[in-house]
């Protein structure tokens, strides 16, 4: 007989509170008398546009959580509503699941809108949310404030924390909820910041975390920006991997420690006097971003992709503080949307640091004049093509002016010495007589590399 089905069952229910649910399972398998104490829920999920029930949302739910006086335990808990719920209530429901050794946490609830029930300033999660041993995966969102933290917050088991529209505030002592929120995370690895609006926040302006691996931050840039106030974000992360980041660019980026990051995903929009209302700046304009300290912490990365027309003209505002990017294999950039096309000024300095790049990777439509020979004054004539050491290359060729994107394509193969492999990427719905023109035109251009092969993929 093992030790612990000795134990009375009122220890042995501690001891259940504080393992973690698969911790709890592996126990369960050794000890027969813990089936007659407690079963495991995988998974309880509620959703008010997917669940179908009789009465009230609120009313279903509470009828199918386990009574407080039951003894399971709960793997997976998530919350969804569209309608907007009692906070007290939500609260309840959070407190019941907490005690029974939950997971994997998610609540995804509109925090902030009073005509249900909920208070102007929006809704505040209950204080034990931030001190469960078992909670391995967090989502909170949306519309609510976290304003302070217990003293005994700790998550000792969250490795993975989504922050979906939340906004954090500073006491008036100076502590701030989310540097305490990451100081009680001690094995956190992912964290996902979805609707950032740092401008709304009352915070330290301090992203640290000695044991964060992937960060990602996420703002909508249709919403605009204007503040007049002076605004700075840095980065104390010594052991990121991934990061992620879609947002206006500060006044400054004070301190970025990035000594591990691997890779990086960019799309950052300067401003001119803190606004922003949908455009480039003018070359003349004087701005109120400075990206520089972040542009430079990027120096170790391997891969890079640049993920908007936004990012390549802030690269080139601030080309002066481009390292170079000695370990960089791989780069993709992508050059134009529906609203915005952009100059490839950028690109002769960026490659120009990227001496031992592998793969280049242009997403979107490539960049040419109207006239022959249709190449834009920016490109030097592709002359910076000649010292670059690129063995991939992948492109794509939009549907309306194809012509002028080929004769882009023949500097492609002409001028890179070592480039092995050129895949291009082309619309299915080109009619079959382009289709045969364009591999015709491709397989006659001279080749710079006697190794170099041409893949044609026919996309949607």
């Not at 509620?46 to 006086?69: A, C, E, H, Y």
């Not at 992948?394 to 492609?412: A, M, P, T, W």
Request: with cysteine.
């Amino acid at each position: 007989m093992d030790r612990i089905s000795g134990l009375p069952d009122d220890v042995i229910l501690i001891i259940l509170r504080f393992l973690p649910a698969n911790d709890a399972a592996r126990v369960l398998l050794l000890a027969r008398r813990f089936k007659k104490l407690y079963t495991i829920i995988p998974n309880l999920e509620f959703d008010d546009k997917v669940n179908i029930f009789q009465g009230t949302f609120t009313d279903f739910v509470t009828k199918s959580l386990p009574p407080l006086g039951n003894t399971s335990l709960i793997r997976r808990f998530s919350l969804k509503s569209q309608m907007g719920l009692e906070s007290d209530r939500v609260n309840q429901w959070l407190r019941n699941v907490l005690k029974r050794s939950v997971m994997d946490l998610e609540l995804d609830i509109y925090g902030g809108n009073n005509r249900f029930k909920l208070p102007l300033d929006g809704y505040e999660l209950p204080l034990e949310i931030f001190t469960s041993n078992t909670v391995t995966k967090m989502k909170l969102g949306k519309e609510f404030v976290i304003r302070a933290l217990p003293k005994d917050a700790l998550l000792p088991s969250l490795e993975s924390l989504l922050l979906k529209r939340v906004r954090f505030y500073a006491r008036d002592d100076g502590d701030c909820a989310f540097h305490a929120f990451l100081l009680a995370c001690p094995v956190l690895k992912e964290l996902n910041i979805d609707g950032m609006y740092w401008e709304t926040w009352n915070w330290s302006r301090i992203v640290s975390s000695p044991s964060l691996q992937r960060l990602t931050i996420r703002r909508n840039f249709s919403d605009g920006f204007e503040d007049p106030k002076h605004q700075s974000l840095s980065f104390n992360t010594p052991n990121l991997a991934y990061f992620e980041c879609c947002d206006f660019v500060p006044d400054e980026y004070p301190f970025v420690k990035f000594d591990s990051l691997v890779e990086a995903k960019l799309d950052l929009c300067v401003m001119v006097d803190r606004k922003w209302h949908g455009d480039f700046a003018d070359d003349d304009e004087i701005l109120s971003s400075n990206p520089r300290n972040l542009i430079k912490g990027l120096r170790n990365v391997k891969i890079l992709d640049l993920t908007s027309p936004m990012m390549l003209e802030t690269l080139y505002f601030f080309r002066n503080a481009i390292p170079v990017f000695n370990n960089l294999h791989r780069l993709s950039f992508f050059t134009n949307d529906d609203y915005m096309q952009v100059c490839w000024r950028f690109l002769p300095l960026l490659l120009d640091k990227t001496p031992n790049l592998k793969t280049l990777v242009i997403k979107g439509e490539l960049h040419y004049v109207e006239g022959p020979p249709y190449v834009c004054d920016c490109l030097l004539g592709y002359s910076f093509l000649l010292s670059c050491r690129v063995e991939v290359m992948e492109i794509s060729l939009g549907d309306h002016r194809i012509i002028q994107e080929v004769e882009q394509v023949k500097h492609f193969l002409g001028k890179l010495p070592c480039l092995e492999l050129l895949r291009v990427n082309t619309p299915q719905w080109t009619s079959d007589n382009e289709k045969l023109r364009i591999i015709k035109d491709l397989r006659r251009f001279h080749r710079a590399s006697p190794k170099c092969r041409v893949e044609f993929r026919w996309i949607v």
